[in-house]
């Protein structure tokens, strides 16, 4: 229930305007589409979803939709179904890298042109339209920034990091960024980082973010590789006493990576110090563009990886690039 009501939400909110200015205006008569997904579990993809849907929709293109529920051989067996139907282009979000990998080679040999969203292949063995934001970077920026922030307490703090599933190439590209930081500053901490596996699963990131602050109490640098994981952030926290606002004695230095509804609302109201940003829309808009132009021009197998640089949105920064962030737009209401 708790998808369903935030797909519908974010499909309301961005339906009408995500890309009015982009792409073609021209119908797509005639072309079919398979969008076949792992599942809706964040904001994000929700956001990706319905960017790719109603833009497709818009241009008169027939969109088929499979959910694959977390499940990469049935999203496989779905990527098949589909080839078999006569589509003229795939568009996935994988389970993880190395089923993209499968799945862009199944395409490949079946000749129709596939499109990765946002989660890429594990290696580039296969030929397919990749976008994907630099995970490394952007987590980079936003960790810097906290950084910045533990060194005007004059003193050392404990970092500690929520890793994603490290079989999703963003998970390990988030995790890098952050290390990319803690080597940079080496007597800032008070010792090597506690690492907190989530496996991207809410249930996960609880009892082992839990099991975290019982045997290291003193953790007061914390990055989130999503920002889905706030409300279970929150909920280990705030019975601390640590779940407090910027300035308080108390506040735990707090950055993450999306750049959801969610984390907008806390960076505002001054429980998260910084977001790292993916742009949702531009990354649709990247791999829809480059599809239709695949399609169009009877290509079988392209083959190109474009990059989102995305950016970091701090408490420096709210005022002049706060609506630049998807999920501020979202909970605007634009």
Known sequence: MKKILIFAIVAALIAPAVFANGGSDKADDGITIAFCFQDLETEFWVAGHSAITNTLEAQGIKVIEKNANEDANRQL??????????VDGVIIIPQDGESAVTIAKECNSAGV???????????????????????????????????????KLGRKVTPAIMVGDLGDPNAVGRRKGFYNVIDKYPDLWTGAPIEIP????????????????????????LFTSSDFLYPVIKSVLAPLGKWQKIGDDSHILLAGLDGDKTACSLQKDGYVDATGVQDVYAEAQMLLDAMLAAIEKGEKTPN?????????????????????????????GE
């Open 77 to 86: 067996e779905q990527v098949k179904d589909v080839i078999v139907q006569g």
């Open 113 to 151: 042109p596939i499109g990765v969203f946002n989660r890429p292949p594990a290696d580039k063995s296969a030929d397919a339209l990749v976008v994907v934001a630099n995970n490394e970077a952007i987590a980079e920026q936003a960790v810097e920034y906290i950084a910045q922030e533990a060194m």
């Open 198 to 221: 989530t496996k991207w699963d809410s249930n996960t990131a609880l009892a082992n973010l839990q099991s975290a602050m019982q045997a290291n109490p003193d953790i007061d640098f």
């Open 304 to 332: 190109e990886w474009l990059y989102d640089d995305g950016f970091a949105l701090t408490q420096a920064n709210m005022g002049e690039r706060e609506m630049d962030m998807w999920g501020c737009k979202i909970l605007a």
